[in-house]
Structures are given as C-alpha cells and as structure tokens.
C-alpha cells in the first residue's frame, strides 16, 4: 500500500448531493478492493456504511456537530478533522471550479476528489446540458474524468496505485441502495395490526432548504380528515400531534435525527410500505427514489417541484432505460385522493 498518496471522495454539499454519489464511490471501491479510500461529508455517513475498503475521515461526531446540525444551523465549524484539512475540503467543494484537488498533511498527498453534483460552472457549455446539478450523463462522465485525472497525479508521484474504474453500471445501479437490514422494527410491529389500511408516506422535514413557502404541514392536517387512510410523517410537527390517522417516523418508531442520516434509511425502508409516496423539493427525499422503486404498484410524489420532479425522472429513466416518469409534480394533497 502506497503511504505517501490516500484519495479521499469529499462532498462537503447537502444530503442530496451526498445521495447521488454514493453509487459511483461504491463501485469505485468494489473495483478497486487493495486500495484504501477515505470520504468526507457533512452529513450522511451510514450511507457509506458496508463498503469494507471506504473509511470516514471523521473518526466521530462531537456534541456540537450534533445540536447544531438539529437546529437546522450549519454544522461545519464543528467538523472533528484538522482544521487545515477542513478548510481545503470545504473550499473545494459547493461552488469550487476544482475536480481534483491536492493538499500535502502530514507528508502524506491526500488527493481530493469533488463528488458535488454540480462542480466547474463551464461544464454547462461543454457537455452542452441545460444544469449540471445532478444530471445523471454530465456527473457519469465526471466521475470518469476524475479518475483520469487522478490516476495522471499518482503516475507523477511515482504512486504504485491506479484506480480501475469501468463505467459499466448495471440496470438500477445509479440509484441509491437501501440495505434490508436498516432497523426498522418499531415500525414493524406497527404494521402488524395495520396491514390492511392504505397507507401515504409524506416527507415534511424542511431542513437547510426550505422551497416550500407555504405551511406544507396545514396540507396534511387537511387530508388527515379522510379517516379511511393512514398518513405516516418523516418528522413531528406540534400542529399534528394527537391525530388518530397520523404517525410520525421520527416520535412512534424512533426514526430519529442524526448527522450519519441513519434515519433516513430507516424512513426510506418505512416509506416502501405505503402505497404513496410524497416529498418536498429537498435533497433529503432524493433516496426515497431509489432502486426498490416499485413504479407498477406505488405512486411518487414532489410537492411543488417541477425541477426536482424533471431531474429525478430524468435520474431514473436512465437507470431504468425507459421513458416511464414515475415520479409526479402535484400542487395539492387533494390530487392523492
């Protein structure tokens, strides 16, 4: 193993840009199974969980990553790296024109690797697409350009390392993984003695960005009056609290909030249980679009979305290789009923 050269995968983004690239770290590592990777992130590392040769560089949360992140404030001062590492990641990440980027620590080349879904502004015009914010053809091929680029590093630093990267992705394999052993239990021994109600799942938590102007929450109040459904919630909210036909994933079947975003795997397994799913325009819903979609039995849903909605159908069509648009833009709860 190569000492002097570690390759990190660094997304200092939201949890949307964190989900669309763990697909393509995944196969990296799986093609690659001597070399030992590293990923930075804000939010999100039980996504990672389960890939032998990946290791987070933080080695733990601290208690202020963890208020301020619940608090829906930004997390990052509290980010427990060295304070030299955490500002190059951070500075090459949302909004940086850098790709590959490399920081000397520690006499140790730690070659970075920018999986935001967006990075280098002039992309627009040379891969000749509208955005480049997760656009599934435009990040495929930056992935492959930056294993170019960094295996061109390693050969200059006389690295014995060369990272093998095929491209060739199977049927489903862009979309997230939700794996059938997140915990979900509490909810589990709910469904037993619900099985035969249909059931809409609705993601309301809001978080870092917030597009949705009006009080999304008042909406299910109002399709809460239509006793013949159960409506299960992402997250509390005080204004439906002691309503017969609402459970909340984070109160009654301990989905609760995390930095790793272990929650949103279990929320993600619980929203697969339920005939509809609906979401805000927020990168947080983007796993409850994943390769367990069930587009001929279940219905999805973006709540005032149309840009969300577009891209997310584009992001399946490709994996699916159809021309389905599985996921809905809608204006109303009245439309699920």
């Not at 619900?194 to 917030?210: A, L, P, T, V």
């Not at 919630?233 to 005080?238: A, E, L, Q």
């Not at 795997?265 to 390769?291: D, H, K, M």
């Not at 909605?309 to 290789?321: A, R």
């Amino acid at each position: 193993m190569d000492k002097k050269n570690a390759i990190c995968f660094s997304n200092p983004a939201h949890i949307g840009d964190v989900w669309l690239s763990v697909p393509f770290v995944r196969k990296i590592c799986e093609e690659n199974p001597d070399i030992i990777f590293y990923f930075f992130s804000i939010i999100g590392h039980a996504f990672f969980d389960n890939i032998s040769n990946l290791k987070n560089l933080q080695d733990h949360v601290s208690q202020n990553y963890d208020i301020s992140l619940n608090n829906l404030q930004a997390p990052e001062l509290h980010v427990n790296i060295p304070n030299e590492l955490k500002r190059h990641l951070l500075n090459t990440g949302i909004g940086s024109v850098n790709e590959v980027s490399i920081l000397n620590y520690n006499n140790t080349n730690i070659i970075c690797l920018n999986t935001w879904c967006g990075s280098k502004s002039n992309y627009t015009q040379t891969y000749k697409v509208d955005s480049v914010d997760a656009n599934i053809k435009f990040y495929s091929q930056k992935i492959k350009n930056m294993i170019n680029v960094t295996n061109a590093i390693l050969k200059l630093k006389n690295s014995t390392i060369n990272i093998k990267y095929s491209q060739s992705l199977g049927k489903y394999d862009y979309l997230p993984k939700i794996d059938a052993n997140v915990d979900i239990s509490e909810f589990n021994n709910w469904l037993k003695k619900n099985k035969e109600k249909k059931k809409i799942f609705i993601y309301n938590f809001m978080g870092r960005c917030n597009f949705v102007k009006k009080d999304f929450n008042n909406d299910i109040l109002e399709l809460s009056k239509k006793k013949d459904i159960i409506i299960i919630v992402s997250s509390y909210y005080h204004g439906l609290k002691n309503i017969e036909n609402i459970k909340f994933c984070d109160k009654d079947f301990k989905c609760n909030y995390t930095p790793s975003c272990y929650n949103l795997l279990q929320i993600a397994r619980i929203a697969e249980q339920c005939e509809s799913i609906v979401t805000l325009p927020t990168g947080g819903a983007w796993g409850f679009y994943n390769c367990n979609m069930n587009v001929k039995d279940k219905k999805y849903y973006m709540f005032r979305g149309r840009c969300y909605t577009d891209k997310l159908n584009n992001w399946y069509n490709f994996n699916s290789q159809s021309n389905d648009n599985p996921i809905k833009n809608i204006y109303s709860l009245d439309k699920l009923l």
